[in-house]
């Protein structure tokens, strides 16, 4: 098949960490590069945000990137991006007049807004993933949420109109169907994690164990606490937790490249919650990682601590299980689905700092059972996490749009 994925914000060649460069990213490249690999022709759309960027590039994995003029030529936030999406959709039909694609796939909302208008005027069947739904973020962000308006009514067309919805956990069909999509548009396919580069370092556990054994008891248990550097991630009730863990120090991996991080709003914000609390010595930020440092970085940590208010899947959390990590997390969106409490990790509710504390210290407290999980946690991750695994089913899902012979009716989206 010929296949287009469209991912307005979120160019899989970015560097992760940023406010709008996180899960998305790794996703679009993840079922690109799988999608190539399964003998596919693969083309991914992105906005251009960078002036002197090519036009397109050639991924390493072998998919083809192409950027797309819409807006001024510069990283903007992608809730700014709404007015150029027109654009965008008009680029992508002239584009798609010439070179014709088999199905797309559009990632995020204001993506399939403007693959839902190319698509149709080509022809072309439109699958749609949201990542996040604005009925979820306007629930818990309320009036700090900056969505534009339209993107609820939007969504809504979107869960009617597109030809087929991939959706990333349980969680989030349940939302549409409120939504008004119709039964049996949605399939649950979850995000994915590389088994061979996010796996456990041998005997690691018990090297850790031997290691504090000989040094002494005074010697911090390391947590971590990875991604986008956002409010909405909870960082700051993990750092609220560590009066209640005097021998955990806090790792937080993510934000702007590291000569940036004094210049930067929410790392300010952060520290200053952390010497509030009192624990400024044991928090640590890392700044924005390659993708090769993160793995090591989990192996290095005894728990990893995903606390956020929300969450559409949640990538991090899976990585963590695959390197054979306990997940201490909140019991939201994805995270429902993938963490399994007294087996993998523990749940508590969002926003509850003093319940985080006593999970995580009951974990540290115990290393037969953070060995226990850790194991169980690796297996469920390499059982019904790998990326060959969710890539297949993605195919799958391309193939039955395309075998039932008709593309939904939809209106021109503007």
């Known amino acids: 098949m010929r296949i287009a994925l469209v991912s307005e914000h979120a160019n899989p060649l970015a560097r992760l960490g940023g406010a709008d460069a996180g899960g998305q990213n790794v996703h679009v490249a993840a079922v690109a590069a799988g999608l190539t690999r399964r003998g596919h ?16 590039s050639d991924a390493p994995e072998g998919y083809r990137v192409e950027l797309v003029p819409a807006g001024p030529p510069r990283v903007l936030p992608k809730d700014d991006l709404l007015p150029h999406m027109p654009a965008f959709a008009d680029w992508l039909a002239q584009r798609w007049q010439h070179e014709r694609f088999d199905v797309v796939h559009a990632h995020f909302w204001m993506s399939g807004i403007a693959t839902l208008s190319a698509g149709r005027r080509v022809g072309v069947p439109v ?10 973020k306007r629930r818990h962000q309320r009036a700090e949420d900056t969505s534009p308006d339209a993107r609820l009514p939007m ?14 956990c349980s969680d989030e069909v349940a939302e549409l169907r409120e939504m008004g999509m119709p039964p049996g548009r949605a399939h649950v396919i979850p995000c994915g994690v590389d088994t061979d580069v996010f796996r456990p370092v041998e005997h690691q556990p018990q090297h850790r164990a031997r290691h504090r054994a000989a040094v002494g008891p005074g010697t911090p248990y390391q947590l971590l606490s990875l991604g986008r550097l956002v409010p909405r991630k909870g960082v700051q009730d993990v750092i609220a937790a560590l009066p209640q863990l005097p021998d955990a120090e806090l790792v937080v991996a993510g934000g702007p490249p590291p000569e940036e991080l004094d210049d930067d709003p929410e790392i300010r914000r952060l520290r ?3 010497a509030d609390q009192g624990v400024a010595a044991r928090v640590h930020f890392t700044g924005a990682l390659d993708r090769d440092a993160v793995a090591p970085l989990m192996c290095a940590s005894d ?10 899947f949640g990538i991090v959390p ?23 409490p007294g087996r993998t990790g523990e749940l508590v ?3 509850r700092p003093d319940r ?3 999970e995580i210290q009951g974990l540290l407290d115990d290393p037969d059972r953070r060995e226990c999980y850790s194991r169980a946690a690796r297996h469920r991750a390499s059982r019904h996490y790998r990326w060959d695994q969710v890539v297949a089913e993605t195919e799958a899902a391309y193939q039955r749009v395309l075998h039932s012979g008709q593309i939904v009716p939809a209106e021109v989206a503007q």
């Not at 022709?41 to 397109?56: K, Q, S």
């Not at 699958?127 to 979820?136: D, S």
């Not at 969504?155 to 990333?168: F, K, M, Q």
């Not at 728990?303 to 559409?312: K, S, T």
């Open 356 to 358: 985080l504390a006593t």
């Open 127 to 136: 699958l749609q993933t949201f990542h996040a739904l604005g009925t979820v």
């Open 349 to 351: 509710p969002p926003r």
């Open 155 to 168: 969504e809504r067309r979107l869960a009617r109109e597109v030809d087929g919805i991939i959706a990333t």
């Open 318 to 340: 899976v990585e963590a299980m695959a390197c054979g990590r306990p997940v201490v997390g909140t019991a939201v969106g994805g995270l429902l689905d993938t963490v399994q």
């Open 303 to 312: 728990v990893v601590v995903c606390a956020p208010w929300y969450e559409p």
């Open 272 to 274: 200053a919650a952390a």
């Open 41 to 56: 022709d693969v083309t991914v759309y992105t906005r251009r945000d960078d002036a002197a960027a090519p036009d397109h």
